[in-house]
């Protein structure tokens, strides 16, 4: 239909504010990735700001020469890999139960569970409770603790209750499914897009975490990526408030400004290049053809 001359106004007005915005959200990132293969010299003097000046790859040299960014990066998949993974198979496990209305007592467990977003042990009790359970400085501190989200449990009933059809479910019970085979052959196929948000948020989730392994793991060896881009950049800043007038010192700080870069780069570029092959999921039509007439 055609629009009024208020309503033109208003859309150019939308649209510009959302196009500030969006390069208000952009370009830090993009500063990061320009800077990264810039000369640390033209970066700390202010030079660079939307083009790459004196293109340098020192930061990335370096920090692939270091032995324990390999490590740290393999460790990060697997916990990624694993964690995800079990998050999956646990918030169908929760969700699918509590997402049917022939549940007897699904509320009294719905809030159980909410009960807990509230309520926690706190850190203490809980890394007490980790010690007690020999988890610490190990593999599956960085999974078990973590294994399910209460926020994602409660997506993912919603989704559950409110896009697959009651009627294709009972269709299913009639032909002599079980509850399970009506999970695998039903509702999971119908629930592409919620299951790859799910993947979406649990690996963002895991990649990112740095905290838990700060707390529970004592070993270089078990560090994540994570955890050593939060070295380089608190020694950076460590770097920035000492006398830099000797000339190696001033180098070795150019150096780590060119490092911390390139690992913040290094360190997102995974999750950026997944999110693309994930994003068709969050405007797909799930029902679509499934229920004729």
Same mark, same amino acid.
């Given at each position: 239909?055609?629009?009024?001359r ?14 500030v915005?969006t390069l ?15 000369a ?7 030079e ?16 692939f ?10 460790n ?5 890999a ?10 169908i496990?929760?969700a ?16 159980i ?7 926690s042990?706190g ?5 007490l409770?980790?010690?007690e ?7 599956? %501190? *960085?999974?078990i603790?973590? $294994? +399910?989200s209460? @926020? #994602? ?5 919603t989704?559950f209750? /409110? &896009?697959?059809?009651k ?8 032909d ?7 999970l695998?052959r039903?509702?999971?196929?119908l629930?592409?897009?919620?299951l790859? %948000? *799910?993947?979406?948020f649990? $690996? +963002?989730?895991? @990649? #990112?975490?740095y905290?838990n392994?700060?707390?529970?793991? /004592? &070993?270089r060896?078990?560090y ?7 070295e380089?950049l608190?020694?950076?800043q460590m770097?920035?408030?000492?006398d ?6 001033a180098?070795s700080? *150019? ?6 870069y390139?690992?913040v780069?290094v360190t ?18 799930v029902?679509i053809?499934?229920?004729k007439?």
């Open positions: 239909m055609p629009q009024s208020s309503e033109r106004i208003a859309s150019v007005a939308i649209y510009c504010i959302l196009t915005i208000l959200v952009l370009y830090p990132l993009y500063f990061v990735l320009i800077a990264s293969f810039s640390p010299e033209t970066v700390m003097r202010g660079v700001w939307l083009w790459p000046k004196e293109w340098s790859f020192v930061g990335y040299e370096r920090l020469a270091n032995s324990e960014i390999g490590r740290g990066f393999l990060t998949l697997l916990y990624t694993a964690g995800t993974s079990l998050n999956l198979v646990m918030t496990a929760a699918y139960p509590l997402s049917r209305a022939d549940f007897t007592g699904r509320g009294v467990f719905t809030l569970i909410v009960f807990t977003m509230f309520f042990g850190m203490i009790p809980n890394y409770l980790i010690k359970l020999g988890m610490l400085d190990s593999f599956w %501190v *960085m999974i603790p973590t $294994a +399910v209460v @926020w #994602n449990i409660l997506i993912m009933r989704f209750q /409110s &896009s697959i059809p009627e294709l479910q009972e269709a299913a019970f009639i002599g499914c079980s509850n399970m085979r009506v695998l039903i509702v999971l196929p629930s592409g897009p919620i790859a %948000v *799910m993947v979406l649990y $690996a +963002v989730g895991h @990649w #990112n975490s905290f392994a700060m707390i529970y793991l /004592s &070993s060896d078990n994540p990526l994570q955890l050593f881009l939060r380089i608190v020694q950076g770097q920035e408030m000492v830099i007038s000797d000339d190696s010192l180098r700080l *150019m150096d780590a400004e060119a490092i911390k390139a690992a780069i997102n570029l995974p999750m950026l290049m997944l999110y693309p092959f994930l994003q068709k999921y969050f405007v797909k039509g029902m053809g499934s229920i007439g």
